[in-house]
């Protein structure tokens, strides 16, 4: 299995991708400018998987893995586009009223905060309209949790976010990649690919992760904020 997805980015061209256009964004062929039509009458959400672009496959970007399920899940596998004022691939699709931006950074881990908050800022997004797709090392290959705002624990990219978009407000699924038991090997551990043990559980993840955050997503679109573990 490819943790990337396997999922392409549709490069410049004389047509947008169906996603953008059924979601409302025209892009140049140059992917350097779009514009955004009139914001949809449903509600709009940013879902940003954190990770490394070009090392698919490692723990470390298990959140763009997510994103690439999430984005077959809804259609739109093939409309990944790259914009360059926000340094990060992006595919639209409608998920009921609602619209999802989702986002893949091209920024380093350290720096993914930097796409992420000029996606938000592009589409008129505050940090609570945000999630954050990312590995968690504090929790065992397998087990997720969706939690709301709070502090980055240590994870880089999330720092990043909070730092970017000035706030710790953002919900984020954690996706949890174990800890090596030795805490020096952690770099190397986070850096590295999964063991082939590792990607037979892969799959029942990626599809757990798009459910859980699929059925978040609608809760919050229909009413007030839903309730989410800890």
């Given at each position: 299995?490819?943790?990337?997805?396997?999922?392409?980015?549709?490069?410049?061209?004389?047509?947008s991708p169906p996603g953008l256009l059924r979601a409302g964004l025209w892009r140049s062929p140059a992917m350097?400018?779009?514009v955004l039509e009139p914001r949809p009458p449903g509600k709009r959400w940013l879902v940003a998987g954190l990770?490394?672009?070009?090392?698919?496959?490692?723990?470390?970007?298990?959140?763009?893995?997510?994103?690439?399920?999430?984005?077959?899940?809804?259609?739109?596998?093939?409309?990944?586009?790259?914009?360059?004022?926000?340094?990060?691939?992006?595919?639209?699709?409608?998920?009921?009223?609602?619209?999802?931006?989702?986002?893949?950074?091209?920024?380093?881990?350290?720096?993914?905060?930097?796409?992420?908050?000029?996606?938000?800022?592009?589409?008129?997004?505050?940090?609570?309209?945000?999630?954050?797709?990312?590995?968690?090392?504090?929790?065992?290959?397998?087990?997720?949790?969706?939690?709301?705002?709070?502090?980055?624990?240590?994870?880089?990219?999330?720092?990043?976010?909070?730092?970017?978009?000035?706030?710790?407000?953002?919900?984020?699924?954690?996706?949890?990649?174990?800890?090596?038991?030795?805490?020096?090997?952690?770099?190397?551990?986070?850096?590295?690919?999964?063991?082939?043990?590792?990607?037979?559980?892969?799959?029942?993840?990626?599809?757990?992760?798009?459910?859980?955050?699929?059925?978040?997503?609608?809760?919050?679109?229909?009413?007030?904020?839903?309730?989410?573990?800890?």
């Amino acid at each position: 299995m490819t943790l990337g997805g396997g999922v392409r980015a549709v490069n410049g061209g004389s047509m947008s991708p169906p996603g953008l256009l059924r979601a409302g964004l025209w892009r140049s062929p140059a992917m350097s400018r779009c514009v955004l039509e009139p914001r949809p009458p449903g509600k709009r959400w940013l879902v940003a998987g954190l990770g490394n672009p070009g090392l698919p496959g490692t723990r470390h970007s298990v959140g763009m893995a997510v994103l690439g399920q999430l984005a077959r899940r809804l259609g739109v596998a093939e409309s990944w586009a790259r914009d360059r004022r926000c340094a990060a691939d992006l595919a639209l699709a409608p998920l009921g009223d609602a619209q999802l931006v989702l986002l893949r950074p091209r920024r380093l881990m350290n720096a993914n905060g930097r796409s992420v908050a000029r996606a938000a800022e592009m589409f008129g997004l505050t940090a609570e309209e945000v999630y954050l797709v990312h590995d968690e090392l504090d929790k065992p290959l397998g087990k997720l949790a969706l939690k709301l705002g709070g502090s980055a624990r240590g994870h880089n990219g999330v720092r990043s976010c909070i730092s970017c978009l000035n706030s710790s407000a953002m919900p984020r699924l954690r996706v949890g990649i174990g800890r090596p038991t030795n805490p020096e090997a952690v770099q190397a551990y986070v850096l590295g690919c999964f063991s082939p043990s590792e990607q037979e559980l892969l799959p029942l993840l990626l599809d757990q992760a798009t459910d859980l955050l699929l059925d978040h997503i609608r809760e919050r679109s229909q009413g007030p904020s839903a309730g989410v573990s800890p």
